[in-house]
């Protein structure tokens, strides 16, 4: 079974329309998809409509981002029910966060010299809920900085000038979301915290501690090497296992559509319950 549980759409941060995303995952021979844009269902209808036409299996997913331990962490919900009115609530909160994030960092950026009124026009022109990335976009298409990770690096990244850190919610708030939606939550990207080996264990107690079900143990970009560790951490916290590309940009070929995302077998797929034939052997 090729099944991706992580990818995004213009809707946040990727580059392709949900049509679009779909379409090209059908091509690469993905069986299941999630779309889990940041903080948005928005795109969750039209990924449907077209995932039915290619005889694809959508799953309604989001990718929420909550603080703990003044870290911002992201939580996947997983099988949710984009109309669940409690959660829609929760994600317009979400949605004026990052509006007012993205006018404060504007703002950051035009007292270190650059267009900040400018740049907060072009990703505000973006149909998509605003991220980091889009800023970094329309730094590069202004002649700001030559690439995306020049932004991160020199404005935008953890600790650097403009770069602003939101007040997201909770862990336990934002798991408890998902629930109330009907959905799993699973844990995005574990190796990507910067948190000492102690850190992430107690990370992963709440997270289990405030209903979290599983841990996205294969993820783009990740080494092998890496899987096996973070596989070794689910089985020990009861977590079960999530794969997803993360996928944003076909522009990003080291990290494409459609490679296979094998979950090592010590791991429970998240998936089980939904698709019984996957685990077949
Ligand atoms: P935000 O949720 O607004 O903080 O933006 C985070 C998004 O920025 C992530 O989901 C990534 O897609 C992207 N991102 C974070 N760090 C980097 C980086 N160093 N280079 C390129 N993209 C990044
Ligand atoms: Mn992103
Ligand atoms: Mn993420
Ligand atoms: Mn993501």
């Known amino acids: 079974m090729n099944i991706d549980l992580h990818t995004h759409s213009n809707r946040s941060d990727g580059s392709l329309t949900p049509t679009e995303l779909v379409t090209r995952a059908a091509a690469a021979g993905i069986e299941v998809l999630a779309l889990t844009d940041h903080d948005t269902v928005a795109g969750l209808a039209e990924a449907q409509r077209c995932a039915a036409g290619h005889g694809m299996s959508l799953v309604p997913g989001v990718e929420i981002s909550a603080s703990w331990r003044a870290q911002a962490i992201h939580v996947l919900g997983l099988w949710i029910d984009p109309a669940a009115a409690p959660l829609l609530d929760a994600l317009d909160s979400q949605a004026e966060r990052r509006r007012d994030r993205m006018r404060t960092m504007c703002a950051r950026l035009g007292k270190l010299g650059l267009p900040g009124a400018e740049l907060l026009a072009v990703v505000e022109a973006h149909p998509g809920l605003p991220t980091r990335t889009h800023l970094a976009d329309a730094m590069v298409a202004g002649g700001h900085v030559k690439r995306?990770?020049?932004?991160?690096?020199?404005?935008?990244?953890?600790?650097?000038?403009?770069?602003?850190?939101?007040?997201?919610?909770?862990?336990?708030?934002?798991?408890?979301?998902?629930?109330?939606?009907?959905?799993?939550?699973?844990?995005?990207?574990?190796?990507?915290?910067?948190?000492?080996?102690?850190?992430?264990?107690?990370?992963?107690?709440?997270?289990?501690?405030?209903?979290?079900?599983?841990?996205?143990?294969?993820?783009?970009?990740?080494?092998?090497?890496?899987?096996?560790?973070?596989?070794?951490?689910?089985?020990?916290?009861?977590?079960?296992?999530?794969?997803?590309?993360?996928?944003?940009?076909?522009?990003?070929?080291?990290?494409?559509?459609?490679?296979?995302?094998?979950?090592?077998?010590?791991?429970?797929?998240?998936?089980?319950?939904?698709?019984?034939?996957?685990?077949?052997?």
Not at 271 to 280: G, I, L, Q, V
Request: hydrophobic share 45%; with cysteine.
């Open 148 to 281: 995306t990770d020049e932004a991160f690096r020199k404005y935008l990244g953890a600790g650097k000038r403009a770069n602003v850190a939101a007040e997201w919610p909770p862990l336990d708030k934002v798991v408890g979301w998902i629930r109330a939606a009907g959905g799993v939550a699973a844990l995005a990207h574990p190796a990507r915290y910067t948190l000492s080996p102690g850190a992430r264990r107690q990370l992963l107690a709440d997270f289990v501690a405030a209903g979290g079900a599983a841990l996205e143990v294969v993820t783009g970009g990740n080494g092998a090497q890496h899987v096996e560790a973070v596989a070794t951490l689910a089985v020990k916290y009861g977590l079960m296992g999530s794969v997803g590309s993360d996928f944003h940009n076909p522009e990003h070929t080291w990290n494409p559509l459609g490679r296979s995302l094998k979950l090592p077998d010590c791991v429970t797929p998240v998936w089980r319950s939904y698709f019984k034939e996957a685990t077949a052997p």
